[in-house]
């Protein structure tokens, strides 16, 4: 099925394979936020407000550049921390520029008197950056937020290094990544047969599984990405949880219920993790040997995090598109995330 590349063509309507396959252009987009001399002074943290794929670049950025010399949250609510303050650097993003919660929270921040950039692909949010004069970046068109990840993401680091925020040269090493990912992206095409084709094999290893997906704190925000884009691409549930904190509580729940396991476990590993948190997945594989299905690892390829991270993303991109098509379903549609939207108002 996911070799027929007739099959593949009607039934990924929107092309979500083809995006996939041009995210590593994200990375070498030019980005113009504006003036940003009024936020240029001393920032006591920063607060990057976003929901789901929004919130993807400003999880990601805790990973790699990680170069801020202040606090960074990430905020997924309605409200804001009761710190920010005028020396709060808030970033509200959303790729519609509709987000409600995010339209709320730059309200708040706005109240406060933090200092406001936006990074949305229209909406809302740019309205209010052209109204109030606010540096903002207009993310470009791709049809769904979780495919324009590394559009945000190119935006954030740019934002980040201009301000001073991350270390000197991230903007420049991120666009160095792309043919790094252009070229380990070929064997996951889909003109690559399943026998050769990791991210084939790996969706076919998951069908009609629930999925679970370990990580470190390194590869954290791609574990949350894969969780993404199970759920939205090929309409499947998954979690994800973080070493070490899951063998905190976690790993006991895989002792008794439920019996069945009806589940697929997933670890994304990185030859950069604490030694510590490397040695953690030998052993759980061993105290929970015949307690939970055997973990499919997938190796984060990269010589440096940002290289690692990237490779990590869009192969968990390629395998939740895979398990679309085996699932036969349209990849792009979210049609309850659009309900919910109208429910609510």
């Not at 406060?112 to 540096?135: D, M, S, T």
């Not at 390629?318 to 995330?337: E, G, H, I, K």
Request: glycine letters at 6%; a negative charge; aromatic letters at 10%.
């Amino acid at each position: 099925m996911i070799d027929d590349l007739k099959y593949i063509h009607q039934r990924d309507g929107q092309d979500a394979l083809g995006i996939a396959e041009k995210q590593y252009q994200q990375l070498s987009y030019q980005f113009d936020p504006g003036d940003l001399s009024e936020i240029r002074q001393p920032l006591d943290n920063v607060v990057f407000a976003g929901m789901g794929g929004s919130a993807i670049a400003g999880l990601m950025s805790r990973t790699w550049p990680a170069g801020a010399q202040v606090p960074f949250e990430v905020c997924r609510q309605y409200h804001v921390p009761g710190y920010v303050s005028e020396k709060t650097l808030f970033i509200a993003s959303s790729y519609s520029g509709n987000t409600e919660e995010t339209v709320n929270g730059l309200a708040e921040a706005e109240a406060k008197g933090a200092k406001i950039v936006v990074i949305a692909g229209g909406g809302k949010l740019i309205e209010i950056a052209e109204q109030k004069n606010y540096p903002h970046v207009v993310l470009p068109k791709v049809g769904q937020p979780r495919y324009a990840v590394l559009y945000s993401f190119n935006a954030l680091v740019t934002v980040l290094e201009k301000l001073g925020l991350a270390k000197e040269g991230s903007l420049e090493e991120l666009k160095k990544a792309a043919p790094f990912l252009e070229a380990a992206q070929k064997d996951w095409l889909p003109t690559v047969a399943s026998d050769n084709n990791s991210a084939k094999k790996l969706a076919l290893e998951l069908l009609g599984k629930s999925i679970v997906i370990y990580a470190g704190p390194l590869m954290s925000p791609a574990a949350y990405k894969w969780k993404i884009s199970f759920n939205e691409n090929a309409k499947n549930i998954a979690w994800w949880n973080e070493y070490p904190e899951w063998n905190h509580n976690e790993t006991s729940g895989w002792l008794e219920q439920p019996r069945e396991k009806p589940y697929a476990v997933v670890e994304l590993r990185s030859s950069l993790e604490h030694p510590q948190v490397q040695k953690r997945y030998e052993v759980m594989a061993k105290l929970l040997s015949g307690k939970r299905p055997f973990a499919n690892a997938v190796q984060a390829k990269g010589e440096t995090e940002l290289e690692q991270m990237l490779w990590t993303i869009v192969f968990g991109d390629f395998t939740s598109l895979y398990l679309a098509l085996l699932n036969n379903v349209d990849p792009s549609p979210v049609d309850v995330q659009e309900r919910i939207k109208v429910e609510l108002s």
